[in-house]
């Protein structure tokens, strides 16, 4: 079924469906980024992610509605079975921003911490966070811009602990500065302790949640 916000050209959503129904994707639009589900194409200032007929998970609109309203979050303009079309976020991922040599801050740990407890309070678990699928954009706002793997729950509490160590294991493999540059309140869900790990910031294979598994190849710093 067809939902939108009422915000996007109605052409617009017409000729995307044009294009994708031909397959012409690929020949007509730059691709920001592939993974196991589809692939992801810039369209003036969207980002277009059409899925594969056989992909296991497609709920990335159903979850990002649910988020909306959170700075972090792309908004969800247009979505149907198969596509949907998102903000598109400019910037690195966390991880080009560390290999390029910055050194993440900690205020944008902060953001991830608050972006997990709005999660949270929705019901949605953020399963398999990792630098690869967190950018930051123009404006220092860090963005989640793949949730294929959240998932709803009535049992939130269940996963606190899974969550506070996918937490831990960002912090660490991030080597945010500090860890965190404000005094804000830590989320009940983290955990209190700096716990020693054998995770390292220099691959991505040594995380917890491998990069190569299922997550998506980001071919431009946008989304």
Not at 129 to 143: A, F, P, S, T, W
Not at 164 to 193: D, H, I, M, Q
Request: aromatic share 12%.
């Amino acid at each position: 079924m067809a939902q939108t916000d009422f915000t996007i050209d109605p052409a617009i959503v017409e000729h995307l469906r044009s294009v994708i129904a031909s397959g012409g994707m690929d020949r007509r639009y730059p691709l920001l980024g592939e993974g196991l589900n589809g692939k992801v194409y810039e369209f003036e200032d969207y980002a277009v992610k059409v899925f594969k007929p056989d992909a296991v998970e497609k709920n990335d609109a159903v979850l990002l509605s649910r988020l909306s309203g959170h700075a972090s979050f792309p908004r969800v303009h247009y979505r149907e079975e198969g596509w949907m079309i998102v903000d598109k976020v400019s910037g690195p991922t966390l991880w080009q921003a560390l290999q390029g040599g910055e050194k993440l801050q900690g205020h944008l740990y902060d953001q991830i911490e608050e972006a997990v407890e709005h999660c949270y309070a929705r019901g949605v678990i953020p399963d398999d966070l990792h630098l690869n699928n967190i950018m930051v954009d123009q404006e220092g706002r860090v963005k989640f811009v793949d949730v294929g793997r959240f998932f709803r729950t009535e049992q939130a509490a269940a996963h606190k602990e899974a969550l506070a160590e996918n937490l831990e294991t960002v912090k660490y493999c991030g080597l945010f500065r500090f860890f965190s540059s404000s005094k804000r309140k830590r989320p009940w869900f983290s955990s209190n302790r700096h716990r020693r790990r054998s995770h390292s910031g220099s691959s991505p294979r040594q995380w917890r949640h491998s990069s190569s598994d299922r997550h998506w190849r980001w071919k431009k710093s946008s989304w």
